[in-house]
């Protein structure tokens, strides 16, 4: 169902059921007004005739009358009305033209109810100076009054409910031109258009969702963007080694002996740094895409650091000088990743510097965070070098490596909500800093 029937059939139904009832309150609260006021007619008209006979009693004296009742003319305000005269002994003095005795002829005094002749009649009788004088009229007159108010009352609330429902249409239809313009400006978009939508004036209820629409797009422009990058330079970082490992190939092909041997190598240790840079990209791409991890997996901060010290240095552990502090927190993010990203600093560290030398890594526990301190007496970095090591592919000279190890270890800490900070030791070398969050269970120990 659209949006513009629902809102009608919404509001017409409730603007049809809340006048409908309000029409039915005032036609009942009408039809007894009227009930009450022909009933008053009635009384009035009696206690006129009542009064005209008190003016003049001697005109009505029953011994002075002769046979056959006079004619009674009333009041022109009682017009339709039958009234009749009578003595308390139930001679008929006068009345209206017309009027039936036995219609009108009642011997109790107030309103009264009779069937004469299949027609239903309503009187009211009154007593005074000796005679009773009774006024009735027909109830089937009285109901086509009734029906004719009635008419007169409902058909111009029923034009101006019709009337209101109409102008709610248009009023309903004009309300949603401007979502109407935002679904046109959406559809008329190629698939590549990624802009915010213009400024526009837009009805206070739309501009939500048209910022809501814009930080969507804008989401989009960035992943996209991002994600040509990584494939530009996935193809440059990767045809070269490929283009190495098919040259010492063919080397081997055409030479023997020492030559064979040596392009072998060669070519082994451009395999090598190939499935490197291959493991590092996915790595990279389960970081930056949707996961999720087992909650009930718990990562501690000294596992971490002893797993990590294992994969970066299985040959020569003895490198990496472990100094722990509170090494029992517990992290908040899976211990797959928090391995993967000290290990990436750990063989960092490792790489730049001399292999004489010792790496520190130290565990510092804070209230809502674990610092891992990896230190090296490496050549370090300047300024514009530490400004860019983050970048995927950036390498010192074009030197070794997949240039991913870093831009790993933030994408990871920025995932999980932490930090890495990197910074010139004053006697040589660089310091990183990683934080990484407690787990919430842990932090109220």
Known sequence: MSLRLRLLLMIGVSLSLLWGGVAMWMLHDLEGEMRRTLDQRLAMSA???AGLVSQNPAAWDTDRRGAGPAPLTVPTTAKGLACQVSSLRGEVLARTPGAAPVAIATATPGFAERDIDGERWRSYTVEA???????????AERDSLLRDVTAAAVVPFVVALVGSLGMLWIGVRSGLVPLERLRQALARRAPDALTPIPDAPMPRELQPLVDTVNQLLERM???????RRFTSDVAHELRTPLTALKTHLQVARITHGADAETALDFAEEGA????????????????EGPFSWDETQRAYADEVARLAIRDAAPEAPGRIVFESGDASAELALPQALAVTA????????????PSVQRITLEIESGSDSVCFRVCDSGPGLLPDELARVTERFWRRDRGRGSGLGLAIVLAIAE?????LTLAQRATGGLEAELRLPRAERDRAR
Not at 344 to 349: F, G, R
Not at 415 to 419: E, L, P, V
Request: charged share 20%; hydrophobic share 40%; aromatic share 0%.
């Open 415 to 419: 995932r999980c909500g932490g930090s």
């Open 129 to 139: 100076q000796g005679v009773r004088i009774t006024t009735a009229d027909r109830l």
């Open 342 to 353: 000290l290990r990436n600093l750990l063989d960092n560290a490792l790489r730049h510097s």
């Open 272 to 287: 090598s740094r190939l499935q490197h840079t291959l493991q590092q990209l996915l790595t990279l791409a389960q970081v």
């Open 221 to 227: 422009r960035t992943a996209i963007a991002r994600e």
């Open 47 to 49: 206690r006129m005739v």
